[in-house]
């Protein structure tokens, strides 16, 4: 797979040659970023950049990914489709509109996600920590789960499952990183700045996945797709959000890799600093290379590339009828 490059700088992005160039506002030295083997830019910063950037980036099939006030993201300057088929949309368009169908495929993404958090809290379960009380609800969650449920009755109960999780965060985490409850926009403290700033890179790199695809990333089956948000990407990112945001924060904070110095105040918002955001995209590049041996393909395969894996086994699906048998961690 290839790579994403993150800035955090303010200045300008713009082309030079076969390359990409950075020049920062405060007149520091000028930075080439290389163009091949490039997913994605990430651009937390104020950064300016042109058309011809633009054109430049879309003739090599580059994402951009802007991150906005307080580091949400504020939305991507997409590549031309890597594939493009119109039997494709029309199945995609087709299985939302069947009210049966979009059931089955909002209760297995539903399915997918509760075994992915299930999975961590078994995990620090079995290493000095007292868990079975979330895990038996996260258990019962799971057997609520039923296709003949309306998508805002499983969207319910994604979000009691997800209750209960977030409970596990205070066993796991050390005491000055405490989740009284779930906040955002703005996060008003430490741990929901870092569960934030996470889901937005998982959801970030699931628009990229999807469009190497021919899928439709407005089409959704869980999440209700609406105005300027890409709702498939939340649907894919809930399967990969324990696996990928939440490792990589109990991984920087039980490690001390993250503490109070990496983060600001301000007006009620509690917001990663530059170098706080740089030790965090740090790790979670770091276990985006991470390969595990997939159980079907027989080869081993990037945590990023099964993402990209999830949008193709969904294109399949409504394409071949296949069954949808969403990501659910195996190692």
Same mark, same amino acid.
């Given at each position: 797979?290839? @790579?994403?490059? #993150?800035?955090?700088?303010?200045?300008?992005?713009? +082309?030079?040659?076969?390359?990409?160039?950075?020049?920062?506002?405060?007149?520091?030295?000028?930075?080439?970023?290389?163009?091949?083997? *490039?997913?994605?830019?990430?651009?937390?910063?104020?950064?300016?950049?042109?058309?011809?950037?633009?054109?430049?980036?879309?003739? @090599?099939?580059?994402?951009? #990914?802007?991150?906005?006030?307080?580091d949400y993201y504020s939305g991507s300057v997409m590549p031309? /489709?890597?594939?493009?088929?119109?039997?494709?949309?029309?199945?995609?368009?087709?299985?939302?509109?069947?009210?049966?169908?979009? +059931?089955?495929?909002?209760?297995?993404?539903?399915?997918?996600?509760?075994h992915n958090m /299930?999975?961590?809290?078994?995990?620090?379960?079995?290493?000095?920590?007292?868990?079975g009380g979330v895990i038996d609800d996260l258990e019962a969650a799971a057997a609520r789960v039923d296709e003949s449920l309306p998508v805002d009755e499983l969207l319910g109960v994604e979000a009691t499952a997800r209750k209960a999780y977030y409970r596990s965060f205070n066993e796991?985490?050390?005491?000055?990183?405490?989740?009284? /409850?779930?906040?955002?926009?703005?996060?008003?403290?430490?741990?929901?700045?870092?569960?934030?700033?996470?889901?937005?890179?998982?959801?970030?790199?699931?628009?990229? *996945?999807i469009r190497a695809t021919a899928l439709d990333p407005t089409i959704s089956y869980l999440h209700e797709p609406g105005e300027r948000r890409y709702s498939l990407s939340l649907d894919i990112a809930d399967l990969f959000k324990p696996v990928l945001a939440d +490792?990589?924060?109990? /991984?920087l904070v039980n490690r001390n890799q993250i503490s109070d110095t990496d983060f600001e105040t301000e007006l009620g918002s509690c917001l990663l600093n530059e170098s706080g955001r740089k030790t965090y995209t740090k790790a979670f590049e770091e276990t985006?290379?991470?390969?595990?041996?997939?159980?079907?393909?027989?080869?081993?395969?990037?945590?990023q590339y099964l993402m990209r894996l999830e949008a193709y086994k969904l294109k399949k699906h409504l394409l071949t009828g296949e069954v949808y048998d969403p990501f659910q961690r195996w190692w």
């Open positions: 797979m290839d @790579r994403n490059y #993150h800035v955090f700088s303010d200045g300008r992005l713009e +082309r030079s040659d076969d390359t990409l160039r950075l020049v920062p506002d405060d007149g520091g030295e000028k930075k080439y970023i290389p163009v091949e083997n *490039a997913e994605a830019f990430f651009l937390h910063g104020q950064i300016d950049f042109n058309t011809r950037l633009m054109s430049f980036l879309n003739d @090599r099939t580059v994402a951009l #990914h802007v991150f906005g006030w307080e031309k /489709r890597g594939q493009t088929s119109g039997k494709t949309i029309v199945n995609q368009v087709r299985a939302y509109e069947d009210s049966e169908h979009r +059931r089955q495929l909002a209760a297995a993404i539903v399915r997918g996600s509760i /299930r999975t961590n809290v078994v995990y620090y379960n079995g290493r000095d920590h007292d868990l796991i985490l050390p005491s000055e990183f405490q989740l009284s /409850r779930r906040e955002y926009n703005p996060p008003p403290n430490e741990i929901n700045s870092l569960i934030s700033f996470g889901n937005s890179l998982v959801y970030a790199n699931c628009v990229s *996945a +490792r990589v924060l109990f /991984r985006l290379e991470r390969t595990v041996e997939h159980p079907t393909l027989n080869r081993k395969v990037s945590y």
